[in-house]
């Protein structure tokens, strides 16, 4: 026997290790731990479940229930992924890249994203690359060159008004502020603020 469990707003190695931790404190044995998605060995009853939820949802995850659920935030935790990675040198083709990770026609996940979350895929990629190009900025370890760069922008130029149009403010306006003005992974939703 196998349940597998669909979790909303996994983002990063640490949420897995604490998923992966409250599985195994509730004497379950995960087989596979990944972001949005746990499988262990038990079949899980429904009063288990109702616990697990409320434990999840403590630590700041929650169970997805519908396959339309499950596919959203199976097309965010790829997009983190995208963006997350060390290096982006190689372009990658956002369209592609959801389809391919997906086995779903990229028009069908834009139209279902569009529909549930009221932004489209590509406002969530920019507003999550963004995010990342803000912790960049706060490391101050790299130039703004070396960022658009890592991040795939094709020059400063185009990142500088990305980030404006986003944010309001340039990177240089941004890099002087002694505040920090970042989201949490799981809180970006590429809406307007």
Do not use: W
Request: aromatic share 6%; charged share 25%.
């Amino acid at each position: 026997m196998r349940h597998d469990l669909f979790i909303k707003n996994m983002v990063c190695s640490r949420c897995i290790m604490a998923v992966e931790e409250l599985l195994r404190s509730n004497r379950l044995h995960p087989v596979s731990v990944e972001l949005g998605h746990a499988s262990v060995e038990e079949d899980i009853s429904a009063l288990q479940l109702e616990q697990l939820r409320g434990q999840l949802r403590a630590i700041g995850f929650d169970l997805l229930g519908d396959h339309q659920e499950r596919t959203i935030e199976k097309i965010k935790s790829c997009i983190i992924q995208l963006v997350q990675r060390a290096n982006a040198a190689e372009p990658v083709n956002l369209s592609d890249y959801l389809a391919d990770q997906l086995h779903a026609s990229y028009s069908a996940l834009s139209k279902l994203f569009s529909r549930v979350t009221g932004t489209t895929i590509e406002h969530y990629y920019i507003a999550q690359r963004i995010e990342k190009v803000k912790e960049l900025l706060t490391y101050e370890e790299l130039s703004l060159t070396q960022i658009a760069l890592r991040m795939g922008y094709s020059s400063v130029a185009y990142l500088s008004s990305q980030f404006k149009q986003t944010t309001g403010m340039s990177p240089s306006q941004f890099k002087g502020l002694h505040e920090n003005l970042r989201k949490p992974l799981d809180e970006v939703d590429g809406r307007k603020s």
